[in-house]
Nanobody
Framework: QVELVESGGGLVQAGGSLRLSCAAS????????MGWYRQAPGKQRELVADITSDGSSKYADSVKDRFTISRDNAKNTVTLQMNSLKPDDTAVYYC???????????????WGQGTQVTVSS
């Protein structure tokens, strides 16, 4: 089975923290970039943060200095630590793998099912 499975969403008060995790199924390997995106009601999906296989990361300006992305290449997991959460961070958060291998086949753009993050004021 080829999938990304997210966990860790929930309801938190403003100023609180949450940790999102995403695990790729064992059939997937050599993932190039893993990222977290989010989509709030009525808005387009936007990049929150991503990280390459060599550890280079980038963040949306709105989350810099509050969120930290990390990954474990051996376990094919990516984590998003979210601190100092704000009501504007409320959205469904999606994990993404941009390019990866399934056996000797190159595949692209795999998404997780999404996890809801709600920040109350």
């Amino acid at each position: 089975q080829v999938e990304l499975v997210e966990s860790g969403g929930g309801l938190v008060q403003a100023g609180g923290s949450l940790r999102l995790s995403c695990a790729a199924s064992r059939s997937i390997f050599s993932i190039n970039t893993m990222g977290w995106y989010r989509q709030a009601p009525g808005k387009q999906r936007e990049l929150v943060a991503d990280i390459t296989s060599d550890g280079s990361s980038k963040y949306a300006d709105s989350v810099k200095d509050r969120f930290t992305i990390s990954r474990d290449n051996a376990k094919n997991t990516v984590t998003l630590q979210m601190n100092s959460l704000k009501p504007d961070d409320t959205a469904v958060y999606y994990c993404n793998a941009d390019r990866f291998l399934i056996g000797d086949m190159v595949a692209y753009d795999l998404w997780g099912q999404g996890t809801q993050v709600t920040v109350s004021s």
